[in-house]
């Protein structure tokens, strides 16, 4: 059996992908790989660790090679506010990096997942229940690196028989590891402070409409779409994937249900909030519940309570406690 290669490993979504794969599969098939030198501790668990700079070809093809990877999580990217602050970054990690990854995956014949996003769509596609195919014109840098990458990996499975699958992901919210520079992160923000100060203070309107998704159904979509039926995909770039769709407001609410204290203020950030303006309020995934049978488990109500309950867990308590 090859082993599994996922990249940008020590993100947001791969601190909990990976340790949900090791655990299915076994720690030894999964090599966790990302920027950093030196071997990560917990929450990563025991396994297999290699520095790989996803912009390096003979980084990726070398990893492939020597550890015999059939199938990569290829995660690392640069996000969405991150993606704006340093677009030529942003082109050569997400563009260079998926490239790279996908003749690798030609080469050794591997399967592929690529997260796409919301981000992939644009002011002029239609924002509520946003269909599965539609208007991509987004006018970020990041929007523009995910139209681009659904293409090439819609080409290289055409082309190149390779067996790509991808998720259009929402917003995720999750407690293991901080987000990496997102137009959402607020909504994983907000419970950190929400804990220890019963005050937050968001970056995006109250009335901000965004599509949203609890991690542990993000990581279990990723591993349900890569274990499907090859034959039922209709679609080898991207699905659309969504679980709830709330406002920074509504969020609030769900929140001061368990600390009825908390307080919210809004000082917005104009290069956030544009971004959010450009982005759909709610996709429609019928075609990922017909194709793979999707479906979520997580709402605002239940994500709110379970998020709360691992933030006090994980003791982050009030400042200088
Ligand atoms: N988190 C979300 O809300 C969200 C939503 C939709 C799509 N996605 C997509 O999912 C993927 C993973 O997202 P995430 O939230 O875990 O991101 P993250 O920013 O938390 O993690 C990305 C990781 O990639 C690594 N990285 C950066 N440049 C690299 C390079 N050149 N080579 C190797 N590694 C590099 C970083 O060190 C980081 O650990 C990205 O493609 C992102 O666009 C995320």
Known sequence: MRRILVTGALGQIGSELVPTLRER?????????????????????????????????????EAV???????????????????????????????????????????????????????????????????????????????????SGELLCDYYAARF?????????????????????????????????????????CYLGPQTRLDMMYMPDAVAAIIKLMEADAARLRYRNAYNVTAMSFTPAELADAIRRHIPAFAIEYRVDPVRQAIADSWPRSLDDSAARDDWNWSPRFDIKTMTADMLSRSIEKRWAPKGA
């Open 25 to 61: 599969l076994g720690a030894e098939r999964i090599i966790a790989s990302d920027l950093r030198t030196v071997p990560p501790q917990a929450p990563m668990g025991q396994g297999p660790y290699e520095h790989v700079d996803c912009t390096q070809p003979y980084q990726i093809l």
């Open 65 to 147: 090679r020597r550890h015999e990877i059939g199938v990569i999580y290829h995660l690392a990217a640069l996000l969405s506010a991150r993606a704006e602050e340093q677009p030529q970054v942003a082109w050569s990690v997400n563009m260079d990096g998926l490239y790279n990854v996908l003749e690798a995956a030609r080469q050794y014949r591997c399967q592929v997942f690529f997260p796409s996003s919301i981000g992939a769509f644009g002011p002029s596609t239609p924002r509520d229940r946003t269909p599965q195919v539609t208007i991509q014109r987004p006018t970020t840098m990041y929007g523009v690196t995910k139209v």
């Open 161 to 201: 028989d390779v067996d790509t699958r991808g998720l259009r992901l929402p917003g995720l919210i999750s407690h293991a590891a901080p987000p990496g520079g997102g137009t959402t992160d607020y909504a994983v923000e907000i419970f950190r402070q929400a804990v220890r100060y019963e005050h937050y203070t």
